[in-house]
């Protein structure tokens, strides 16, 4: 497993995984933004040539937004999530940004417990964050 930048050949298969692990989507433009935008920080687990997961980040000054990070169904349980918030929070570091943010279903306890062992704080919630279904997210937040 390696983890790299995210490249243009990487684009489909990162919309593709957001359309299997995610009720709203991002588009495979919308990703493909990403790549350009000064902003993004967006890392991949490749196994093999395969895209096993993916973080993507957004950051303003010295503090960012973790917006999307998903493990292919058939990578799961194997701590490549654990290694992409790792890699994102390093790189991230390296630039000088010193708080991490983001948000998550109140109902995902998988991706909540992963959270809470990295070192992420719950530090708010937004009411109906989300939709299909609707439901309240939570504000966690890393110092790096």
């Known amino acids: 497993m390696r983890i790299v930048k995210m490249q243009p050949e990487h684009v489909a298969a990162v919309a593709e995984m957001e359309r299997q ?22 890392l991949i687990a490749e196994a093999d040539g395969v895209v096993a997961g993916y973080v993507g980040s957004q950051t303003v000054l010295d503090s960012s937004d973790m917006m999307n990070l998903a ?3 058939d990578f799961r349980r194997q701590g490549i999530g654990e290694q992409l918030v790792n890699s994102l929070t390093e790189a991230l570091a390296e630039k000088g940004v010193k708080t991490l943010l983001l948000e998550v279903r109140i109902s995902n306890e998988p991706a909540k417990q992963l959270y809470q062992k990295l070192g992420f704080e719950i530090v708010g919630k937004r009411p109906r964050y989300y939709e299909k279904p ?8 890393k110092e790096l």
Request: proline share 6%; glycine share 0%; hydrophobic share 35%.
């Open 21 to 42: 692990c995610f009720s709203d989507p991002w588009s495979e433009k919308s990703v493909t933004s990403e790549l350009d935008n000064p902003l993004s920080l967006w």
């Open 71 to 73: 493990v292919s169904q």
């Open 134 to 141: 609707r439901e309240d997210a939570l504000i966690l937040r």
